[in-house]
């Protein structure tokens, strides 16, 4: 078992910046590729971005260039550092963690976060 925790969530105005924390426990963090996802209200959930065990990273069209997903294997943590953030990136933001999923995809990932809360007001 993989228990995960986000953290870092708030209100920010457009254009600003936040930094989304995600702590792993329980079973060995190595090996496990990690990703963040997000679902707004009314919408489907949505693949933001992955990094594997190896550091490689993969990104949503959506934030390219903006969001950066980032982990510390020997803090079992990982990151996602969110830069001239829009009103349309406003939605829960949940840590996901398995050992071989397929990014890009919002689902088929064994452990899930409980979510925190991003709102971009304009």
């Known amino acids: 078992q993989v228990q995960l925790v986000e953290s870092g969530g708030g209100l920010v105005q457009a254009g600003g910046s936040l930094r989304l924390s995600c702590a792993a426990s329980g079973r060995a963090f190595g090996g496990y590729a990690m990703a963040w996802l997000r679902q707004a209200p009314g919408k489907g959930r949505e693949f933001v971005a992955g990094?594997?065990?190896?550091?490689?990273?993969y990104y949503g069209n959506s934030v390219k260039g903006r969001f950066t997903i980032s982990r510390d294997n020997a803090k079992n943590m990982v990151y996602l550092q969110m830069n001239s953030l829009k009103p349309e990136d406003s939605a829960v933001y949940y840590c996901?963690?398995?050992?071989?999923?397929?990014?890009?995809?919002?689902?088929?990932?064994?452990?899930w976060g409980q979510g925190t809360q991003v709102t971009v007001s304009s």
């Open positions: 990094i594997r065990w190896s550091g490689t990273t």
């Open positions: 996901a963690a398995d050992e071989s999923p397929v990014f890009g995809t919002p689902s088929g990932y064994s452990y």
